[in-house]
Nanobody
Framework: QVQLVESGGDSVQAGGSLRLSCAAS????????MGWFRQAPGKEREGVAT???????VYADSVKGRFTISRDNANNTLYLQIFSVVPEDTAVYYC???????????????????????WGQGTLVIVSS
């Protein structure tokens, strides 16, 4: 079973940037599509971005142009670079691993998170105005 551990969450001021990391317990190469999801206080979890094994990316409309997802398969690490943060980015950010059709369905709000089996404990991002 793959285990995922997120890090990089911090308190930042609006307009700043930060990079989140997600370390996997074993090789993800050739095995999983990866994704970032977030849950803001009092809100439901929402998809942020996914990246396939070949590097194909999909972003939620709300983060296009400000978020960049990337993966380093050699080091079993997933990243999320966030630029020009806004208070609405305040949330716990989770990384997840599964097949792309399912992760992209979650991203689009068409699937149920109860079927997501591989995800981390989350890292908190707080953006102040």
């Amino acid at each position: 079973q793959v285990q995922l551990v997120e890090s990089g969450g911090d308190s930042v001021q609006a307009g700043g940037s930060l990079r989140l990391s997600c370390a996997a317990s074993r090789s993800l190469l050739g095995n999983y599509c990866m994704g970032w999801f977030r849950q803001a206080p009092g809100k439901e979890r929402e998809g942020v971005a996914t990246i396939d094994k070949d590097g194909t990316t999909v972003y939620a409309d709300s983060v296009k142009g400000r978020f960049t997802i990337s993966r380093d398969n050699a080091n079993n690490t997933l990243y999320l670079q966030i630029f020009s943060v806004v208070p609405e980015d305040t949330a716990v950010y989770y990384c997840a691993a599964d097949q792309c059709p399912f992760l992209n369905s979650l991203l689009a709000g068409r699937a149920n998170y109860k079927w997501l089996e591989i995800w981390g404990q989350g890292t908190l991002v707080i953006v102040s105005s």
